[in-house]
């Protein structure tokens, strides 16, 4: 059994973000009892990312008392993770770019990693334009998963919308490569 956590960092509910990963989670669920939560980071209620108060290294876990600290622990329990975010501006959504900040939590004052190696990522990032961006997202994100905490790539999804928020829906060869990620997990 394994444990996904999956987030979701897009404020459009049903939209591209949250469609892969209900079929990547799908795939999942599909091979055995693993355990699943799916997060919409645009449902908490946080309000800043990491304020370098340095509490975290005291503590082992970030001293911000938010709705993203359950996410942050999730995160040290799960054997899986996805994550999706839209671009906006070249970049990732605000929602995953406020968690990404609070990972530092999980950095040693020796800057090694307080999370155990070998955690599976799925990552997959929306746009609405360019899908080379969107890729280039996609490598920034998995870039801190592996080089900070020793994460492994199992796979990435990017999709260019052109500015329909319903297109992965439609696409039934992606919704099978997202069903085929989530196997992997």
Do not use: W
């Not at 897009?10 to 989670?25: D, H, L």
């Amino acid at each position: 059994m394994s444990k996904i956590l999956a987030i979701v960092a897009s404020p459009r509910k049903g939209g591209n973000c949250e469609t892969i990963v209900n079929a990547i989670t799908d795939g999942a669920m599909g091979l055995s009892p693993n355990v699943l939560d799916i997060t919409n980071l645009n449902t908490l209620r946080f309000t800043n990312g990491c304020q370098a108060c340095m509490g975290c290294k005291l503590t082992g876990s970030c001293v911000t008392k938010d709705d993203l600290l359950p996410i942050l622990n999730s995160i040290k329990g799960a054997d899986s993770l996805i994550i999706a975010t839209p671009v906006y501006f070249g970049h990732s959504s605000s929602q995953y770019r406020m968690l990404e900040d609070r990972l530092y939590s999980f950095i040693e004052k020796d800057g090694s990693s307080l999370l155990p190696k070998g955690k599976k990522l799925v990552t997959v990032v929306t746009c609405g334009g360019d899908s080379s961006v969107a890729d280039a997202v996609a490598d920034d994100i998995e870039r801190v998963y592996t080089n900070y905490f020793s994460f492994k790539p199992v796979g990435r999804i990017v999709l260019s919308d052109k500015g329909s928020k319903h297109a992965a829906e439609k696409d039934d060869e992606l919704l099978e490569k997202a069903r085929l990620l989530g196997k992997k997990l």
